[in-house]
Nanobody, 123 residues
């Protein structure tokens, strides 16, 4: 069973930064690639970033490429999403997700996800 728990969301100003964390069970972390999705009000959930199981491959959506960085800490069973140069349109609920590969996650083929954490960017 995939177990994921997000944290680190909150309020930030446009141009600022936030770092999201996603804690996983040891089994989940060792088995799956991981990633992030987000869902803004009245919009569909969209892919943000993914990272392979051993961290050598990453994918990003065009809207966050160059601003967001995904990373995984194997010792702590945590993945991070460092979000810099935040924009108003980054406001959304961010969900951590697990999948077979980073590419599968990018395609929306998931094995599970967390409950989400709210990120709000203000002007």
């Amino acid at each position: 069973q995939v177990q994921l728990e997000e944290s680190g969301g909150g309020l930030a100003q446009a141009g600022g930064s936030l770092r999201l964390s996603c804690a996983a069970s040891e089994r989940t972390f060792g088995t799956y690639a991981m990633g992030w999705f987000r869902q803004a009000p009245e919009k569909e959930r969209e892919f943000v970033a993914s990272i392979s199981r051993v961290g050598q491959t990453t994918y990003y959506s065009e809207s966050v490429e160059g601003r967001f960085t995904i990373a995984r800490d194997t010792a702590k069973n945590i993945i991070y999403l460092q979000m810099n140069s935040l924009k108003l349109e980054d406001t959304a609920v961010y969900y951590c997700a697990a999948g077979g590969t980073a590419a599968f996650i990018r395609q929306g083929e998931l094995n599970g996800w967390g409950r989400g954490t709210q990120v709000t960017v203000s002007s």
